[in-house]
């Protein structure tokens, strides 16, 4: 089935919300989000800012313990403008050089829809005009969190959430594990672009128009977000310091391989410590994001 | 000038010890270095075991506060095997995992030099084999530490060190800080293939044949060791944990770009915001290593 | 105006349910708490396992922007046992030493509340008996998080939350910045005993008597929960990894120093430097705690 | 046996140089030491700046895989002076209030010999005038590293270093594993006093008259400093993040209890949970100190 469905309302929590439509695997859904900002596609304030979710998405029979699966089909900026925060943040650069960094301040990017960039004039900065390529991606993507919680848009966890990872792009699918009747589905915080890191707390933040495919797996023991592209298998760990967050993603890869493909941790072992490759997601909210990937092409079968 | 050395001695610090060449800017030099174990390209052991060195080389002219610049021309596995630990280090995965790492054992790889790959069977992992192909790299590089130190090649710092960073393969320049007269220049721990963080501890170590080429910049302030690909700029910083190890190299990484490419702090912001990319060098040693790049195709001219 | 108040219902998270008692600044409050595993003041389960909370207590005129200062008039063991956890946790130790760690099971302490003491014998321990004295304290205690949060017992924050801080204790004051209307108030998490770090992840687990007094003053910017004991100021941080509790503590105590006590940053540094003291809470939960303390005979006045 | 020996020579490292004294076991030997700065008895340059050292002292038959202990007989300052850095250190406060701290400069106090105290007038700072009692310490107590190296005063290891622990006082003993033959020992960079942390980079930085006893004990595997004082046991661990130091030193005396005080990790786990207590040495160097305590009233006989 398919559902095309504009949000009316905006949560600025992961939390067990009243869902805003019900539907079941298998189902596509054409949505929308506002920007970090609380901006929407007419560039009005839409909903409250830091980072408004679009959902929840109550999937019917999920059930605590299961996985959901989020094939993400298109991630469409669709608006002329976006918006950005000036500077690194202090806690990105050594002590020593905090006091050399620019003011924070908002700034805005014009966006070319039909030539897929964004730029920067900016009479404060040296150079003065930047452009970029679109990469559209999701900051936020996840379910409800464990036991009652509602935990904000600016940081993560084992539900996803902000994690602010540049892979999470349209053709990709995404696990979550289920926490809660319903897994209570959210997207939001769509960017433009965005470096590894966003160190300067924003990507190109924009309104977006998305659409995906849910699946339900039942019964299967994830713990951390996983991904599937077209070239990679990819877990995800959220947590400070980045050492952590290395640590939950890098054993959450080895035991997928160790359930899924056939390994066992001392082959698991042989291969990572070969071919393992890590990304890093934010560096920049509470918690932080680290992906820890495998080609497919090293993969039995 | 060119030349051909092949070393009796080797180090297992880096440290101002007597140079075994001298060399000048520009010159060439075609060498060897064992393997981390301390066996040289017959297979035999030549050097004591835990990354020995081979070096110092003088470089004429080097002082204090000069850029040493190396462009590495060749790194080539030259025997028919070499080695890995057989199990992730228990810091990298969580504290409730530990327990079911494997043991932690040296196994051995067959290594064809002709197709360029390494493949290991080991009845005591599922699956018993891999083959992975060759990248070979040098995780030990570097000069001479600060104030007459002497520091063991487990670990790095702003001298360079044991970083093991996928991208010191031929083909790329990579600069270091002078802290000592002649720079005293070193290299080693050559890996045949290695997974981003080496989070078995080893690499596929084996002996190589290494060829560089040294160029002496005076009077540049670097911080940090720097890199130069055909695709990026990237400043490395070497701390624990990852989280301050990213600092120093974000930090570096604008400085660069404020001296060399025209950038202010602001304008630096907005690049690295949207364009920056992260990559991890180990996360198994006392020091990390992380890089921070930007592709060449983002800055002027 | 003095409540006694025997909770019926129990929270397993900081967050903004309905009141179980409205309460004004000035008031006493007698009241129990459950064990961190639900037991009661009989030993049976009353509660949700999970460090179950008693409240929240609504204190009238309490808005956003004020400080909730809560004096701790009595923490005191209300049964004949508690319960520990047997096994240090393995982040707490190196990684190599994770194996040597003995399985974590839950294990009975007798209590002893005429003598104030408490006693462990477990065969399988050695030695088999261990007996310590009551220090009491409560593990958790805040107010419900900005935002609308509602954030699991297991962790802390600005908020306060489970700290696990031995110093909360009989006879000092504990002070949350306010975030939602009636502050919203909770407490649980009695431990008879507990050493620094909760590094088996519990104290002495039992049943308490609690009697406090809430005073609201208005308009106050407290970021972080501040402490005042007969001897101390006490600023407290929580956060992973230690050096970023330890960052916010320190910081908070600085800012307290200067808005309260006559110092500039250049004055407070001087006497950090020299008369600083650090206590750790807890380093068990997803975030840790660290005290920033100055001993009063410092302070002017 | 006892020595009085006044240094005419320093260093700036921990390493293996030439004996400036050979001892044995149960000698005693009067010495001094040099301030932070270089500064002697007289308040001139005597040393290079940087935490001087006085040392090393050669150990008769001390050999690696023994335990050099060292009874702190007296440390006394011996001049009218002492000097402090005037701003908390930037990686010590939250990023966005590091442009509030106040510039890092050498500050002298006048020190009381007689009454044991010291006292800073600063014009510049509110208040302008601060009295501490003495506290006298080493910040630096240790042995030659491993393995030849040589590593700058600034840091720390195994090998004790830049600890900048308070409990370092007269009166208690400490312990270092043996690396290399005759120990090596070294002193420096006495403190008047220190508030914990170090957060300004410095003690009160003063010359001292040093006293201490060494003992050798022979085939006593300890893996980081120990102390013992007239009330407690103490594990030292040195690194970064404090996590690690406060794993490296809860690793250690969990060890020590196993090993010669008849605890299994089960009753060690125990004995900490509910007792243990930590003190925080320095959060300054690149290597930062926790201290891991129990308690001698609480352990046998």
Redesign the interface.
């Known amino acids: 089935m398919e559902h095309t469905f504009e949000p009316a309302t905006y949560h600025?929590?992961f939390?067990s919300y009243d869902p805003i439509l019900r539907i079941s695997s298998g189902d596509l859904v054409r949505t929308s989000t506002a920007d970090a900002f609380g901006n929407g596609r007419e560039g009005d304030l839409v909903a409250k800012p830091?980072n408004p979710l679009t959902g929840p998405f109550f999937v019917e029979d999920a059930e605590p313990g299961d996985e959901l699966v989020v094939l993400i089909e298109a991630i469409v900026p669709n608006r002329d403008h976006g918006y950005?925060?000036?500077?690194?943040?202090?806690?990105?650069?050594?002590?020593?050089?905090?006091?050399?960094?620019?003011t924070r301040s908002k700034?805005r990017w014009a966006v070319d829809l039909s030539s897929g960039t964004?730029t920067?004039n900016?009479e404060?900065?040296?150079?003065?005009t930047?452009t970029?390529a679109f990469a559209p991606m999701l900051g936020c993507i996840g379910v409800a969190p464990?036991?009652?919680?509602?935990?904000?848009t600016a940081t993560s966890g084992r539900y996803g959430g902000n994690m602010d990872y540049r892979a999470v792009t349209a053709g990709v699918s995404i696990s979550f594990p289920v926490f809660a009747p319903g897994a209570l589905f959210f997207v939001g915080d769509g960017h433009a672009?965005?470096?590894?890191?966003?160190?300067?707390g924003?990507?190109?933040e924009i309104s977006m128009d998305v659409s995906f495919r849910v699946e339900l797996r039942k019964n299967v023991e994830l713990r951390w977000p996983r991904m599937n592209t077209e070239t990679h298998i990819i877990a995800l760990g959220n947590?400070?310091?980045?050492?952590?967050a290395?640590?939950?993603a890098?054993?959450e890869l080895?035991?997928w391989l160790c359930t899924d493909y056939?390994?066992?941790?001392?082959?698991?072992?042989?291969?990572?410590?070969?071919?393992?490759?890590?990304?890093?997601g934010n560096?920049f909210d509470?918690a932080?994001t680290v992906a820890a990937k495998i080609a497919k092409n090293?993969l039995?079968g």
Not at 146 to 152: E, N
């Open positions: 600025n929590n939390g830091g950005t925060m000036s500077g690194v943040a202090p806690h990105i650069v050594d002590g020593d050089f905090v006091n050399e960094l620019p700034v964004a920067l900016d404060l900065a040296e150079p003065t930047l970029v464990p036991a009652g919680q509602a935990i904000s672009a965005q470096g590894d890191g966003e160190i300067v924003t990507g190109i947590a400070r310091p980045v050492d952590q290395l640590q939950h890098t054993t080895i035991r056939g390994y066992d941790t001392r082959g698991a072992s042989h291969l990572l410590g070969q071919a393992l490759e890590y990304d890093i560096v509470p932080y090293h039995p």
